[in-house]
């Protein structure tokens, strides 16, 4: 139990376009998305965390304009890189919670995306 | 402030051998800690998660062990395959937080 699905795995797109990266709890309801971003030969850094329902809350230095965060429904969360520039280009991943247990995240396998 | 180290950053060995791979932190008051493996470009799999009250958790060939008062958890891979090859990266849910935080990973190459 507890699978993180996301989509696409990989993406390669043109600067200057928006990309839209999907996260699924595929059997639990997810009340916590989170968004990491891991950068070549570097730790995975949090960059937004979303409740259902309500606004993302976004790290310091993430801006939120150009990383869409929406989550709709209890499983489900998308991200959107906006007006992508190859400095975007990094391997994105989610992670969920479900209600009551707040000490485990359960991690998807992460989407690469590479702007040219 | 919770830092999370991972030594060495690169390890190469022969085909067969037990080996250990280090996590250190800095802080003891963790929720958790994870082990996961990353394939070149490819995702993350998680391999073992250890929670603060547990001292270890074993799958198949892998062990993980967690010390909290030394701040250091373990991942030892018995009987090492070249399929093993990937990064291994070391995960952990400091008390009182909703962060995760990641070490830089050891890169593992097992050679036929």
């Known amino acids: 139990g507890a699978v993180v699905s996301q989509h696409p795995s990989r993406v390669i797109c043109k600067s200057g376009t928006s990309v839209k990266i999907e996260c699924r709890s595929l059997d639990f309801q997810a009340t916590t998305m989170f968004w990491y971003r891991q950068f070549p030969k570097q730790s995975l850094m949090l960059m937004a965390t979303?409740?259902?329902?309500?606004?993302?809350?976004?790290e310091q230095g993430v801006e939120k304009d150009k990383f869409l965060i929406n989550h709709a429904s209890l499983t489900l969360s998308t991200l959107t890189v906006t007006s992508a520039h190859p400095e975007d280009s990094s391997f994105y991943i989610c992670s969920a919670r479900y209600r009551g247990n707040y000490n485990e995240q359960f991690f998807g396998p992460g989407t690469r995306l590479t702007v040219l | 402030k919770q830092e999370v180290t991972q030594i060495p950053a690169a390890l190469s060995v022969p085909e067969g051998e037990n080996l250990v791979l280090n996590c250190s932190f800095t802080?003891?008051?963790?929720?958790?800690l994870q082990w996961f493996r990353q394939d070149p470009g490819k995702g993350l799999t998680s391999l073992l998660l250890i929670q603060s009250s547990q001292r270890e958790q074993t799958s198949g060939r892998l062990n993980a062990s967690l010390d909290k008062s030394s701040g250091r958890s373990t991942l030892y891979i018995a009987a090492s395959q070249p399929g093993d090859s990937a990064t291994y990266l070391c995960?952990?849910?400091?008390?009182?937080?909703?962060?995760?935080?990641f070490g830089t990973g050891t890169r593992l190459k097992v050679l036929a």
């Open positions: 979303s409740n259902e329902g309500s606004k993302a809350t976004y």
């Open positions: 995960g952990l849910l400091p008390s009182g937080t909703y962060k995760y935080i």
């Open positions: 802080d003891s008051a963790i929720y958790n």
